[in-house]
């Protein structure tokens, strides 16, 4: 005898019938057939049979006294819960109504008297092989349970990280607003944030293909990159190209990441723009109540090697409250009851309709959901707004720089020269921020040490090289024609080369940190240079910043040698 037989005939089935003779002649048949039997003279002694012996059928006759077949099958049947019970009620009823309410007191069958051996065989047979198929099907059940309590435990324990990683950043800036509208535990689409050294602003909105767990996969690479890049110093070109390449090693044939990358800067209100297939951002000028749209002009992150791969970006001049929108395309394809999509137009609408420019980021999230009505969104929604505002109002926000070395170098000097070649493609800021920042105790004043690198190479760059005259910043538009000559002229140098000396020294109470830069240009008028600082505009802001963070600022020969002294402290 096989297991599956053992079962079967181990089977405990309940006999419940007031009359004698019947109880007597079921117990036997079934007995017969090599199934264990217990019996009851009434519904009450059947549910307490049920108590004790907990059967697997139940054999119940409708009309007994005390308690009725039909409330000891309901009783019986709640006991049972969630495991299959089968009752047959013996019953010698003929019309429809009683055969009904035998079904509705939750029999599953029933059996006319005088019985017939065969057929109640084949009742319990086919009632066992339902009662396994449930059993089992329970079985499955608690399983998957079992398994996807224990998925979502590990997602959620995922995101946390995840969390922690990708929204690390500046999110939570007052210049900032943003939804997030996951369909899953995790979100297809990513939103990053970060100050650099520079006080500038990085926004990235990206949109992977597909939603939940495997949308988000390459979100840890991508955000890891982006603040890691960003603390340092690199150019938002650089930080693309980086994830590009990351994203398309990692990422299977067929995904890849829909995404815009903005750079703010603060100082000279000015916003740098790369789109790579998410929909169109908005920039909504406060004063004017126009719309500019910052049109996709690249391929998604992912998709080409960085041998094709463009970083090429479109840069506008704002005003301070003028706003920049990105957005998945989740807004724009939000349905509707009539498998309408939301739009670009309607859209449009919400700006073109705007009383209150400060409400514009909370009237668009209205205006989507009122569209969709009860059925929702179907796909990840992702919304940020960025505002132009004054520097001064995101002072707090300076990123530390990353680093996990407690201890560096103390006293060390080393020289760094770059000639026309390197200087029309590399930033070599990062690199020297990098340096510069093995010096643990220098980490607090990155922010600092990289304006004052910056403000030197640009100076020695555009003055010394490429003889830029600094007055042409007078205003927006002569600060735009400057930066339009300066990409002519530096795409053009064949000569020159400019030349870092960086020398540090520790002391008691902190350090001395000594920058001189040098660049072959003829040098200039160093009076007039000075005389800058009291002008109004763009031009001179540089020198006037050097002076007010350097212990001393020091102007060589024509002025293409400069060398400043930066003195810290160690925190008390």
Known sequence: MDAQEHQDTSLRILVADDN???????????????????TAQDGSEAVEAFKRYRPHIVLMDALMPNMDGFEAARQIKQMAGEELVPVIFLTSLKDTHSLVDCLEAGGDDFLSKPYNPTILQAKINAFNRMRRMHHVLQQQRDEIS??????????????????????????????????????????????????????????????????????????????????????????????????????????????FCCAAMLDFNFNKKTVEVW???????????????LLTQLKSAHLPLGVVGNERFSDETERYT????????????????????????????????????????????????????????QQGVKDDLTLVEIR??????????AEPFVSSRKYGPSDWSFTYTLYPNTLKTYNPLPLLLQVIMEVPALRRFSGQIYMLLSELFSNSLEHGLLRLNSQAKSDIVGF????????????????????????HRLNQDGGV???????????????????????????????????????????????NKVELVFKWRFEE
């Open 146 to 255: 079992l398994h996807n309590k224990r998925l979502l435990h590990e997602q959620h324990v995922a995101k946390r990280v995840f969390d922690n990683v990708a929204h690390s950043g500046c999110l939570d800036a007052s210049n900032i607003k943003h939804l997030l509208s996951p369909l899953a535990v995790f979100n297809g689409d990513v939103l990053l944030a970060s100050r650099t050294p520079s006080g500038n602003m990085f926004v990235l909105l990206g949109d992977f293909t597909g939603h939940g767990l495997p949308a988000a996969i390459g979100a840890m690479p991508m955000a890891e990159i982006f603040y890691s890049m960003a603390s340092k110093g690199y150019a938002m070109g650089d930080v693309l190209r980086e994830i590009n390449q990351r994203l398309k090693r990692i990422l299977p044939t067929g995904f």
């Open 20 to 38: 004698t003779s019947d109880r007597m002649i079921l117990r036997a048949i079934v007995r017969k057939q090599g199934y264990e039997v217990y």
């Open 513 to 559: 940190l000594k920058i001189r830069i040098e660049d072959s240009g003829e040098g200039f008028n160093v009076d007039a240079l000075h005389s800058s600082l009291a002008q109004k505009g763009y031009a001179g802001r540089g020198l006037a910043l050097i002076h007010s963070l350097c212990e001393s600022v020091r102007f060589i020969g024509m002025g």
């Open 388 to 397: 132009m505002c004054d520097v001064a109002e995101l002072v707090d926000l």
């Open 480 to 503: 735009s024609e400057y930066y339009t000559e300066r990409d002519r002229r530096l795409a053009s140098l064949e000569d020159g080369r400019i030349v870092f000396h960086i020398d």
């Open 318 to 373: 704002l005003r301070d409250d003028d706003r920049v929108y990105l957005y998945s395309d989740g807004i724009l394809e939000a349905g509707n009851a009539e498998d309408q999509m939301f739009g670009e137009e309607r859209l449009h609408e919400v700006f073109s309709r705007c009383i209150n420019p400060e409400r514009l980021f909370e009237t668009i999230g209205e205006a989507v959901n009122e569209f969709a009505g």
């Open 275 to 289: 789109n790579g297939g998410l929909p169109d951002g908005l920039i909504f000028h406060s004063e004017s109540r």
